[in-house]
Every structure is written in C-alpha cells, then in structure tokens.
C-alpha cells in the first residue's frame, strides 16, 4: 500500500489510476451484459410440442409485429410460411432478426435470443408450413471437403458479391454482401440454402451438401490463413495497396527526402533585424 | 522598411521571433570556384576549392561513432539475412506452408530493410554532420551555340550535301525515296500471322440444339425439377467444355429461377441489318420459370454474375452495369449499351435443361463488325 | 597516404590504373568537371531520384523473378505446396507464382519488392512531373526533356499493366479481359486488333509470354535509353534552382557532385530500398494465391487495377452507354471515349504543355530559376484542374469500395462522379487562381510593408500594433520574381509600323491575346525601392489587359518595372 501511496503524486500516477478504473468498469459492464453469450448448443434442432409452443410465445413477442401473428406476412415483412427452421436459425442466430432498424439491409448483430430459444421458434416457424431444415453437424463438416471444387464454385457463383477472400462487396441501393469471416460453417449453409434478403438460393439438388461443405472449406481455411506477406490491408486488392504506396512508400521517401536536403541549423544565416530605418 | 518597427530595437534578441521566409542561405556564404571555367587557371598545386574539414571536430567525432555504429548494425543485418536464407525452409515438408512462408519472409524482409536503412541514415549523417558545410555556385554557360559555331556547322553540313549531290539529283533522290518506303512497311507486314482474322467467330458461340447446361464445378446437368427455389441463381457452361477457356470466355452463362408470374420477358427482334431480321427474347425460350442469359457482360467482357434475387438486378461487379433479369436483361443502369443476350432454353427427352440453339445475337462487348 | 604537408596523397596502384584508364578514354577533364558539378539542394528535386532508384529496384528483383517464373499458359493441375488449391486447373505461368512464393525461398520477398517498387515508380513520376509543373521547370530549354518524362511515364503505365497481368491470376486476368473488351471497341480494327494480340479468341495462349518479352526486354530497354537520355540531358543543361539570394538565371548554386552529392545520392538509394524492402515484409501485396487462377466464368466483387490504371477504371466506370448502331456497323462510344478519348486528351495536353504555355504567354527566353506556383496562377491553377480531373476518375475507379465502406448508395457514386468531373476542376481553376493571387499580394505586401515579428506592443493610446521588419536580402530574393517584358507587356494589336500584328489576325490571334493576358495576370513583385512602389499596378499593363481592379495599394506611384531582364 505504502508503495502506492508514496508515488500518488508523480504525473504517472494519474494515468494509471484512470486505466485502472477503466478496466474494472468494462469488465463490470461485460460481465453483467454478457456479451458473446451466444448460449449453448445443446438443446436439440428437432421440434417437440414443447419447442413449438415456446416458438410461439417468443414469436408472438418479438416477430409478429412486423412478420403477422400468423406469420403471414404484411406491408413491412415478407411472409415466413414455407421459410424453414434453416432460414430462422441463420436470421436469428447471425442477429439480423429481430430487426432494430429499417434499412437497406438487415445488418449482422449480436443475437437477442440464445440458441434453445433459436430451435424453438424455428420449430415453430417450420411447423407452420415448412421449408429447409436446420442442417445437422455432419452436413456442415468440412473433413475430408475439396478446397479445390470449393473454390471453383465459390469463385464463380459467390466472390462476385462477396469478394474472392470473403472480404464483402457493393450491391445496388445501399444493400451489401457481408463479409464472411464471422459466419459459422452452419450460417454459411444456411445462407446458401435460403438465400437470406438479396442472396440468390442455392438449393441441395443444384448445389449438393457435399459441394456445400467443399466450398465451407474453401471459405473457412481463407479466412484462417496467414498471411505471409505482412499485414493484409484488407484482402481486397489494389485499391489498400495504391494507399499503402502513396501514404507509407512515397510520403516515407519524402520525409526521406527533407531530412537528407535540410539545411543544418548552425549553418544558416537568419533574418536580421535591421536598426537601419 | 516598415512603419512598424520602431521599438524593434528595445526588444531582447532571444525575444526576437526569427520568422523565416524560404531557406535560409548558409552561414559561410557562398564559395565561387576559381578552378571553373573555360579557360580556368590549371595550375600546377591546386589550392582546395572546398574545406577538408568541418568546423567542429568534437561533434564531428560524436556524429562519426553515430555512423559508424549504424554501418555495424547494417553489416549484421545483412549477415541475418543470409542466416535466415539458411536457417528458415519452406515448402511442403514443413507443416504449415503459409505460417513457414511467413515467417521466412519476415525475416529476410526485416534483415533487408534494417541493412539498407541503416546504411542510408549512416551516409545521411556522414554527410550531413561530418563533412564541413559547403556551397558551392557554377556557371551556366548559354546552351545556345555560338553564332560561329552555327555557321560553321551550316557550312560543313551544305559543303556535305552538296558533295553527296543528292539535292542535284533527283533522279537518285525519288528512287532513293521509292526504295526505302516498303521497306519501312514490311515490318508491319510480317506481324499478320500473329493471329486468325477474327471472320464471323465473335457472332457465334458453341451452344446448338440439344447442348446441356452443366454446373460449372460440378459439370452435372441440371433439370427444372432440381433448380426450383424461386430466386435461385447458378452459372452454367455447355456439356464438356469446363476445360477450354476460349468456348467458356463466350459460352458461360446464368440461370436463374423466378416466382411463378414474375418473368415478362418482352419479345423483341433485332435490327436485321447484318441478315434477316431475328428473334433476341421470347418468353419461348423460358422453362418453368428459369431464364438463361449470357453471363459475358455487354459492357467489356467482364462476368455479369451479381444477382439481387429481390429485385431481380444482374449487376457487373466491374462497372456496374445492370440489367433486369425478369424483363429480358435490358438495361437499367452503367455503360452496357445492351441487354445480356438470351440463349434459349428447353429441356430434353431425359429432362435436363438443354439449349434449343445458339444465341440469337453476337454476346458480349460491341465491336465495329457487330451492327 | 598523407604526404608531408598533411594532404591527401593518392596511392600509387591506384593512380597507375587511373593512368592507364586516362591512356585510353581522354577522360581526365571530363571526369574532373563532373566532379565538380554543382547540384543544388532543395528537396523536391530528390523526387525524380525516388522513380530513378525504383526503377533501378524493379530491374535488380525483376531478373530475380525471370529465373523462376514461366511464361506460358500451358493448362497444368496444381499439386504444390499451397494444399488449398491442389488440384486445381491453372496456367504455368499461375503455377510459377506460387512457387515462386511457397517454395522459392526469398520468392514472396522478391515478388513484392517488385510489385511495391511498381507502383512507388509510378507515384514518384507522377510527384516528380506535378513538381517540374508546378513550378515551371519544363520551360526552354527544359521543354524536350519534359517530353521525354512524358514517354517514360505512359511506358511505364502499360509496363505496369504488363507486369501484374503476367501471374494469371483472377483479378489481373479480370484486366486482361476488359483490356480485350476496350480493343473490341476500337472502330474498323479493333477486332483485328484483338485477334493478333491474343494469337485469336480470348483468352488464347498467347498473350502470356507476349506480355512476357515486352516487359522484360522491349519497354525496359525503351526505358533505359529514356532515363538516359533525360538524364544526360539534366546534367548536360544543369539542374534548375529555387529563387534565392545569388540565385541567378546564369548559375547553379548548390553542392559538388564529389564528395556531397554522390554520398546524398548514394544514400538515398539505399532509402528507397530500404523502405521498398519494409514494404515488402510488411506489407502484403498481389497475393495471388487469394484470388485464385484466372478463369473467363469467374469474378470478384471490388475489382480494381493497380492504382495508376484507376483513372482509365473510372473513366470506364462513368461514362454512359451511348453506341451508335449505322450501317452494320457499331460505333462503341462507351468504350471509346472513356479508355481512348480520354487518356487521349489528358496525355496530348500533358506533352504539348510547354509549347501550349509558350504560345500563350509569348514568353520564349530560358528559364533556370524555378517558379514559386503562385506566381503563375493560371498555370498553377490549370495543374490544379487536372489534378482535380484525375482524382475524380481515380476515386470513381473504387466506387463499389467507396459505397460499401463510407455507406454512399452505388448508383449515387456514379451519378455524383458523372457531375463532379465537369464541375470540380472549373471550381478548383477558380478557386487555385484566386489563391495564388491572394498570396502574391500577400508577398506584395511583405515587400513593401516589413515582415510581421510577433511583437506587440502597446501604442500611448492603447491600443496595440504589430511590428514588422524589413524583409532581408535572402528572403527578398525568394520573393521577388522577373518576368520578362515579352510577358508583361500586353500584346499590341499593331506592330512597330502601326499595322495590324499579323499574329492578332483571325480567330486564333484573338484567342492568343485573350489566352496571354489570362496566363500573366497577376502581380509584379519588383524589387523594393525607397518608400512603397512595388507590387501594386506595376504590371506594365497601360489600359490594356487585366489589371486588379480597385486592388491598388493607397500608396506608391507602381511604376517599379524589373530593373533588367535576367533571363538570356
């Protein structure tokens, strides 16, 4: 104690004080909050009377205000009968729904809901006309995928929108492709099957589960790489790199420049102020 | 002259702002070489033109051990280079390829640079600190020649021509003229066999009747019955061809699949300049819902393969041309001149999407022979 | 090696040699002369040494990558060290690439270096040609040379081009692509055209190691014997200098190229490399294993070329689909005047700029003292105007970034950069003139009025002044700036014989005198002499031609004209 208390007044102090304090608020604020909760996994995707009726009650609360009490549907939400449990666990569980704002696009944000109460209202949203099913772990596991056909499809049907490292890209009307590198390998088959918002569908018979979990490879082992090169500047081409160059090599060498040029201090000869009117 | 300083003078000197305008001049003022000049005296002893050394050798000193210590630093740096070259493989036989790659290039990178850098600071200060300050003028002689020496070369140059008698011969002249012209041409000339004249190949893909659409990356053929999730998008290639780049660069294409009512595809015929008038789009060439168009934008070339499936655009990520799948691909935005071409689709005795013929117009960018 | 009298002595093998090389070259003298040659000192002129020393880099890493890259497209399936594209169909020319950077070691380091010194290249002609402009560099006898650049800067565009086209790879096939979409376009040839580069349909198997020796022997040696010639010419007709004290139209001040100028030089040189190789470790570029080979049925969102490609992208991106369909035959306007048209006019203007000005301001003696931008403001003004234009295209060739990242709808983008590349450069001519005016009257008055000090003081009757002193001699020089009298004086309509000027006559004269008196405006900064003469009216103007209106100073008869011309 006498440690501190003996240096409280150096300049130092001050900062650390203020450091201190800032680390026990936010981990105070994280802890109660709990971000990145996400919930568990356990409870199972498939759909008892049970899940279905608590679907129902977390839907009537948050979703059939815009999407109707039936799911119908309504001037501000499309309707959901035949969406399919995949379509709720990819809107919901990536955050995109409940929508906060409305915009262009719903954009991804942390989940309101955890992910026993995901499988219930997507029990409940496939119960009420079906559509695709949550797919299970195997259909998502990439052991044993082709990098190789992966990216091939990848590349031809989805790094127009979404860039050939994942990285996003611009569509018309304020809309976007988000970046890949937060989807889980369960949201990136969902998103292909149901084609959330913009996206185009890429159904099971024309892009079968195995072409599925190949291009899920592609994505995910893009995404972990290293990059050997230095920092990335963003994995989205020249655009970054003209930056760099302009900003880092040539204002470098400009500073450079000056430096070698200057004058030296004691050399030059300054202005005089002249008695002579 | 100012009206304002009176007063000036009271004030004490280190309270005396130094505004500088521009660089200031050195403090030494400066040299004029007596050694320069046309006519310079050359001297047998040569008095130095410039100081052999600086005026304080105490910081000089100071500023030598800085050098030197940076040429020190750079001739390690230049030995961890090579250390590096030996000690970090990479390749296959080392676990993780990228994370090997990364840290040789870090290395290597990072001996390079401190080696390069630390040479240029040192030679920097060498020359900033430890050589004496000097500045030096030279004159700059006129770059015109003198008017003797214009005339004398005037003279030298008529005296030749008129010697070489071909201002005097014109008969010489022409014919000399009349050689070398074809001459200069036959280069050009002999650059025809870099490529086969271009024909009627750019009006033509190798879509026939009876072709099938295949998935590129699978190549497997694809029925309505497969492809039937409104708003549903996939690049096809004709049967066989996911090897050859030149029928692929003119033969992709998308299909896409709609709501039940949403295609309207107008009907519409082309110009008829360049041959008989023929059908471009027809709600015809439509199975089930599912279009086919070009995927080789109008534009230059690049892949038109952006598809918003809620508003039906096909947007080219190069120049954002777009076009409105459900209405024949016209254009409704970006510099495209013209829709995306429509190849006619049907499907064949085993269901599969097959083509019913080639486009019925040249796909891709205009060129002059197009029409 | 010191001889009696504490100098240097030159060692004796070594003048043996020096002796039997002079026995053979007669180069004493000449060596000696260059040895003193005078280089003057002023920052901006390192910039052209940033592109010289860049250049010198892309040979050195250049011959590197030769030893390792193939240039062919032969069709091979991959199954090299980079797993995630094993099995994978690419061009040799793809495959050399990742070998180059997964299993050459040093490869990764060498490619980037290379790509990294491109575009530095590139920035640092561009830096280095905005400086010679701006401050009036390229005027006699600097004109040719001037040229030259020209050559050398559109050389190594399409250098560039060739260069990061040659790995094959997804985005720069992507360029490829609309390089033979733009060909296409071209009226009456283009087909052809297209054909004979490609060796016939795209993609073919040709253009690779076409590419290939054009970017490795033809535009190098081009090069070479440019930079050459441009720097012969430098040293033959010696640098230009800043304005200063004792800087004259007829001398060089500065330092000798032996010792200082050589070790500056040197040291520079390994500056660049040194921050090129930084770049290289730190910063990744052109990782072609990303994209992935290139194939016809594949594109990436955010497409872009290297940035010194990005206007010709934007031009392409803006312009409107206009073709003309007559007669069978199609007139592809949106290709035309965006990648031809354009780039046409910008690069015409660019390389006849110094007759242009010459024509303008009748001004044809030679210049050696450099310009300060602000005493020419209609030039500076015009630079400022194609800075403008080309900024504008350049953005626009990122506008699907620009929208994504700072949230602009895509379609705005456009229609924004379709107005702002009329608009903006008018404004910016306006606004740079204006400006350059404002700080000549600001010099004006620094001459004339004293220098401010930052010292207040407090008047009797409290209120509170600032005092100024006199501007000393260096910074007068600075200051002060001569044109010659063929520059200030108005252009006659009549000659000495009170006839029509024959260079007056017609639509042209007309425009001429009209261009001339636009181009000098401005003010005079004549020395200062007793009591406050310079700089206001004094510009020779008797009526004729723009004079500030309602500027003049309240003091000063203004008649202080240039003591005498300094230029030759």
């Known amino acids: 104690m006498r440690w501190i208390t003996a240096r409280r007044r150096r300049p130092l102090f001050g900062y650390a004080a203020v450091l201190l304090a800032l680390v026990a608020i936010g981990s105070l604020y994280a802890a109660v909050t709990g971000l990145g909760s996400g919930g568990n996994a356990s409870a199972s995707s498939g759909s008892s009377s049970s899940q279905i009726s608590e679907g129902k009650d977390l839907f009537a609360v948050s979703c059939a205000s815009c999407h109707g009490e039936y799911a119908q549907g309504s001037s501000v939400a499309p309707s959901l009968v035949g969406a399919g449990a995949a379509a709720v666990d990819f809107q919901v569980g990536t955050g995109r729904m409940p929508l906060k704002e409305d915009d262009a696009e719903a954009p991804r944000k942390p989940p309101v809901f955890n992910q026993s109460q995901i499988y219930a209202l997507a029990a409940y949203v496939a119960s009420l006309g079906g559509g695709p099913a949550i797919p299970s772990s195997q259909d998502v596991s990439t052991a044993g995928a082709s990098t190789a056909l992966g990216q091939s499809l990848f590349n031809a049907n989805c790094a127009q929108c979404h860039n050939y490292a994942g990285a996003g890209g611009a569509l018309t009307e304020g809309k976007y492709a988000p970046p890949l590198t937060q989807a889980t390998n369960r949201q990136i088959y969902e998103a292909m099957l149901t084609g959330p918002e913009a996206m185009p569908v890429f159904n099971n018979t024309t892009v079968t589960p195995q072409a599925k979990r190949d291009i899920i490879a592609y994505v995910t082992q893009t995404r972990a790489e290293a990059n050997p090169g230095g920092f990335s500047l963003g994995r989205i081409g020249p655009t970054t790199e003209g930056l760099v160059a302009w900003l880092g090599g040539i204002a470098a060498l400009i500073l450079a420049a000056m430096w070698i040029t200057a004058k030296r201090r004691d050399d030059v000869r300054t202005g005089e102020i002249s008695d002579n009117q | 002259m100012s009206d304002n300083d009176a007063g000036l003078e009271n004030a004490p000197e280190e309270q005396r702002p130094h505004r500088v305008v521009g660089t200031p001049p050195p403090a030494a003022g400066i040299l004029t070489d007596p050694g320069r000049g046309d006519d310079a005296d050359e001297t047998a002893v040569e008095q130095p033109w410039i100081p052999a050394d600086p005026p304080d050798p105490v910081l000089a000193k100071n500023w030598e051990r800085v050098a030197a210590l940076l040429f020190i630093l750079s001739a390690l740096a230049s030995v961890g280079f090579i250390a590096a070259y030996v000690g970090l493989e990479i390749g296959k036989k080392n676990g993780d390829v990228v994370d090997a790659t990364l840290r040789s290039n870090l290395a290597l990178g990072t001996a390079l640079s401190v080696a390069m850098l630390a040479v240029g600071i040192g030679m920097v200060i060498w020359v900033r600190y430890i050589m004496p300050p000097v500045e030096v003028a030279e004159e700059r002689h006129p770059m015109a020649s003198d008017p003797e020496d214009r005339s004398a070369f005037a003279e030298t140059f008529i005296a030749g021509t008129e010697t070489s008698q071909i201002t005097k011969r014109p008969l010489l002249r022409r014919t000399l003229l009349a050689a070398v012209l074809p001459v200069a041409v036959a280069p050009l000339v002999i650059l025809r066999d870099l490529g086969p004249l271009p024909g009627t190949s750019l009006r033509y893909t190798v879509w026939k009747k009876g072709t099938r659409l295949t998935v590129f990356g699978t190549n497997q053929p694809i029925t309505p019955a497969d492809f039937n999730s409104p708003g549903a998008m996939i690049t096809v290639i004709p049967e066989g061809y996911q090897d050859n780049d030149e029928v692929l660069a003119k033969a992709t294409c998308i299909i896409i699949k709609m709501e039940p009512g949403q295609l309207q595809i107008p009907t519409r015929y082309n110009d008829g300049v360049n041959g008989p008038k023929t059908l471009i789009n027809s709600m015809n060439w439509t199975v089930d819902d599912i279009v086919a168009y070009s995927k080789i934008c109008t534009h230059v070339g690049c892949p038109a393969a952006l598809y918003e499936q809620t508003t039906q655009r096909i947007l080219c990520p190069c120049h954002q041309s777009s076009f409105l799948a459900n209405k024949g691909a016209t254009v409704i935005f970006g510099p495209a001149p013209r829709p995306l071409p429509q190849l006619p689709i049907t499907t064949d005795a085993e269901g599969y999407l097959v083509a019913q013929s080639d486009f019925q117009e040249p796909i891709g960018p205009s060129f002059w022979e197009r029409g | ?568």
């Not at chain 3, 830096?127 to 006898?141: D, E, N, Q, V």
């Not at chain 3, 001037?146 to 050389?155: A, K, R, V």
């Not at chain 3, 354009?342 to 301001?361: C, D, S």
Request: hydrophobic share 40%.
């Open chain 3, 1 to 568: 090696m010191t001889s009696t009298n504490g100098r240097l002595e030159i060692p004796k093998p070594l003048a043996k040699q020096g002796g039997e090389l002079d026995d053979r070259l007669h180069a004493a003298k000449g060596i000696r002369t260059f040895m003193r040659k005078v280089f003057p000192d002023h920052w901006t002129f390192l910039l052209g040494e940033i592109a010289l020393y860049s250049f010198i880099i892309l040979i050195l890493t250049g011959i590197f990558l030769t030893l390792f890259f193939q240039p062919s497209m032969t069709q091979v399936v991959y199954h090299g060290s980079y797993t995630k594209l094993d099995g994978v169909r690419m061009s040799q020319a793809y495959e050399s690439t990742l070998n180059l950077s997964f299993d050459v070691r040093g490869g990764l380091l060498m490619r980037q270096i290379h790509h990294w010194a491109a575009d530095v290249f590139l920035a640092a002609i561009l830096c280095h040609m905005l400086r010679i402009f701006f401050t009036g560099a390229y005027r006699k006898p600097r004109d040719t040379n001037w040229l030259i650049g020209i050559g050398m800067l559109t050389l190594g565009i399409f250098e560039g081009f060739l260069g990061y086209s040659m790995p094959d790879d997804l985005l720069s096939g992507t360029g490829v692509r609309i390089a033979e979409g733009v060909l296409l376009g071209i009226p009456v040839v283009g087909t052809y055209l297209s054909f004979f580069l490609f060796g016939g349909q795209f993609p073919g198997a040709e253009f690779v190691p076409r590419f290939y020796i054009i970017h490795v022997l033809l535009i190098p040696g081009l090069l070479l014997a440019l930079v050459s010639a441009h720097l012969f010419l430098m040293v033959h007709q010696k640098h230009t200098q800043m304005p200063g004290k004792d800087h004259t139209e007829k001398n060089v001040v500065g330092q000798p190229a032996y010792p200082y100028f050589a070790v500056k030089t040197g040291a520079f040189f390994f500056f660049v490399f040194g921050v090129l190789a930084l770049m290289g470790t730190f910063a990744q570029i052109n990782p072609v294993w990303q994209p992935g080979p290139y194939t016809p049925t594949a594109i990436s969102a955010g497409s872009q070329p290297d940035f010194y490609m990005g206007f010709l992208e934007g031009s392409l991106r803006m312009s409107p689909n206009w073709t003309w369909d007559i007669g069978g035959h199609t007139v592809a306007w949106n290709v035309i005047i965006p990648a031809l048209v354009v780039p046409g006019i910008i690069f015409t203007i660019l390389g006849l700029w110094p007759q242009l000005e010459r024509w303008a301001t009748g001004d044809k003696g030679y210049h050696n003292v450099n310009q300060r931008p602000r005493n020419a403001p209609t030039r500076t003004g015009v630079g400022m105007a194609g800075v403008t234009l080309y900024g504008i295209l350049w953005l626009e060739g990122a506008n699907d970034l620009i929208a994504v990242h700072f949230q602009i709808p895509l379609y705005t983008t456009t229609e924004i950069a379709r107005y702002a590349v009329f608009i903006g450069p008018v404004v910016v001519f306006w606004l740079t003139r204006r400006i350059c005016i404002g700080l000549q009257r600001r010099d004006a008055s620094m001459l004339s009025h004293g220098i401010e000090t930052g010292i207040i003081r407090q008047l009797p009757n409290g209120g509170f002044e600032e005092l100024e002193r006199p501007a000393t001699e260096e910074e007068a020089a600075l200051l002060i700036e001569h044109p010659p009298a063929s520059v200030t004086q108005p252009r006659s309509d009549t000659d000495e014989n009170g006839l029509p000027a024959p260079s007056s006559r017609g639509v042209l004269g007309k425009v001429q005198a009209r261009a001339h008196d636009v181009f000098v405006e401005g003010i005079s900064l004549a020395p200062p002499t007793n009591g406050h003469t310079n700089g206001h009216g004094g510009n020779g103007h008797n009526g004729h031609g723009e004079i500030e209106g309602g500027e003049r100073a309240a003091v000063g008869a203004g008649q202080a004209e240039p003591s005498d011309d300094e230029t030759e």
